[in-house]
């Protein structure tokens, strides 16, 4: 692909497809106007398409995907039906030569096209995402079409921008990237709203199917198959005590090895019962799959932990679920988490990376998908190329938890109106954060120290016994972006926290194991990565910034 930043090079092809990226045309410091001449061939959809000069030839804006410009192409009628190219979601793969537009048009380059190679036609009556200013709501029905909207496409340069930029940061500060299991069979957060993983129900299908198809023996069959075994064994034992030869023993002992397979089968079929399998009134998991129950992950922290406490920095980035009956802007059921974790590390350690990382993927949206966050700043949210500056180049403020609700009371004080009242030992509501960072501080604060009553059971408890080592970063738009803590490594302190969150100890004995050997102090947090993007985009709804939303009463794909 040419370099954007070269107003003198020649377009390069894409290294896997034949063709030139129109990224490496339009956004070029010069628009693509140093091209002109070049012959080249380019592939994208049709935005729109006109016919002009009685239908002697046609334009076209054409886009790949590869950034939000279009490039205008010119077709002639002798060179194709215009007719099959015009209408919008066209895909086209033309040839043809780059020329500079008469003066005074907002384009710095056009295509002249001299062959048309290939064109995926539209049906306009029947295409599903017509040319007028569509809602995000409509276009998350038609969720295998969205893609070739602008702003959908704009969304997945960023997402995969933010993508790039988190394994970068954390590479180039030596963490390790671990994969972490999707299947878990422990609830990291305590808080039950788990998608349980299980093949009982399909198993119970299969049966309930099976025995309709083929109903269970009796016991008179099964007393029937004893019968003859027994049988068979007496005739085998005759020809023994008899000496008979060889050949006929062996042919006995066949019939009734034969015998007792089919009484085994008889015997395991009288067992199968329809329904799911229950063991003293309740379902009896070690039936299923793994033994015992398992369930889609919250977090891939506790787990990725293991690593932490052997190689030191260790990052996990993958889907979560939560199995929550929330129809909010800001709740999906599968969503991604970046979650690192640092051995030899305290909270103060935490709260530097967390900082640091957020920066840094504000900055790298700002050098590597300006186009597209102009995009943004335009349609959708004007001001968030000045959040993403100010927060790039703002040290955050660092409050502690009890400051944060004395400052909210404050407010209150003063005739502030909160929804949700304020008071030590509340869960601070999305509300009160954004108050914190849009109003009172106007930039990110990193609040720390929160009520151990409100906190998972594997934070740091403080000296103070009241509060544990834990801190969220509250940003402008959505509130909290990062949660983490340090995490607490005492052996006695963690085990009378599972118990006294009512958790069982057995799924959590792996856990334990991490601190009864070689215990380490270490800090981590999670980011939600779908709020990292609706923190750069300033788009509203969560279901918007994921390609395939999953929520209540929705799994489309």
């Avoid at 930029?165 to 808080?191: M, N, V, W």
């Avoid at 039950?192 to 299980?198: L, R, S």
């Avoid at 969220?472 to 959505?478: A, E, F, N």
Wanted: net charge neutral; hydrophobic share 40%; proline share 5%.
């Amino acid at each position: 692909m040419a370099t954007t930043s070269d107003n003198t090079s020649t377009a390069e092809k894409h290294p896997f497809s034949d063709r030139v990226l129109i990224r490496s045309i339009v956004s070029r410091p010069d628009g693509g106007a140093g091209l002109a001449g070049q012959r080249v061939r380019v592939g994208g959809w049709v935005k729109t398409g006109r016919e002009q000069g009685k239908g002697s030839f046609a334009f076209l804006e054409v886009n790949d995907g590869s950034c939000p410009a279009n490039l205008q192409v010119i077709v002639d009628a002798a060179v194709a039906d215009l007719g099959q190219l015009v209408p919008t979601g066209t895909s086209v793969s033309v040839e043809g030569l780059l020329k500079n537009p008469p003066e005074g048009t907002k384009q710095k380059i056009e295509l002249r096209v001299e062959k048309v190679i290939d064109v995926g036609t539209v049906d306009p009556a029947k295409y599903p995402i017509p040319k007028t200013k569509l809602t995000l709501e409509f276009l998350r029905d038609r969720i295998h079409f969205r893609p070739r909207t602008n702003t959908i496409a704009a969304v997945a340069r960023i997402r995969n921008a933010l993508a790039y930029a988190t394994h970068t940061f954390f590479q180039e500060h030596g963490f390790l990237y671990i994969h972490t299991p999707i299947i878990t069979t422990s609830d990291c957060e305590g808080a039950g709203e788990m998608f349980q993983v299980t093949t009982l129900i399909s198993e119970a299908e299969k049966i309930e199917k099976e025995l309709i198809k083929n109903p269970p023996p009796s016991e008179a069959d099964v007393e029937a198959a004893k019968a003859v075994v027994k049988e068979k064994g007496e005739a085998v034992a005759k020809l023994k005590s008899d000496k008979a030869n060889k050949e006929a023993i062996t042919a006995s002992v066949a019939e009734l090895t034969k015998a007792k397979e089919n009484l085994a089968k008889l015997e395991e079929r009288s067992k199968l019962k329809p329904g799911i399998p229950q063991k003293d009134g309740k379902i009896d998991y070690a039936q299923d799959f793994f033994a015992r129950q398992a369930f889609l992950t919250v977090s891939g922290q506790l787990q990725v932990e293991t690593y932490a406490c052997a190689v030191s920095n260790v990052y996990t980035f993958g889907p979560t679920f939560r199995a929550e009956h929330s129809h909010t802007s800001r709740h999906l059921a599968e969503f991604w988490m970046v979650e690192p974790e640092i051995a030899f590390a305290d909270i103060k350690d935490d709260m530097n990376c967390a900082e640091a990382y957020v920066k840094f993927m504000c900055q790298w949206l700002l050098d590597k998908c300006f186009d597209d966050m102009e995009f943004m700043a335009k349609n959708y949210d004007k001001s968030c190329i000045d959040r993403l500056r100010m927060v790039s180049s703002t040290p955050f403020e660092r409050i502690t938890y009890t400051e944060a609700v004395e400052i909210l009371e404050a407010a209150v004080k003063e005739g502030k109106k909160f929804e949700n009242k304020v008071e030590w030992g509340i869960d601070l509501a999305s509300e009160h954060e954004r108050f914190l960072t849009e109003v009172k501080f106007q930039k990110p604060v990193i609040v720390y120290n929160y009520p151990k009553g409100i906190k998972a059971f594997y934070m740091r408890v403080n000296d103070d016994s009241r509060t544990v080592a834990a801190m969220d970063v509250l940003v402008p738009k959505v509130g909290e972006l990062i949660g983490g803590s340090q995490r607490e490594e005492r052996y006695d302190i963690i085990k009378s926290r599972i118990e006294e969150m009512r958790l069982p100890l057995e799924p959590y004995e792996w856990y334990l194991d991490l601190r009864r050997f070689g215990t380490v102090k270490h800090s981590g947090f999670g980011l939600g990565f779908e709020r990292m993007i609706l923190f750069a985009t300033g788009i509203d709804n969560i279901r918007d910034v994921i390609p395939f939303p999953r929520y209540p009463g929705r799994a489309d794909l």
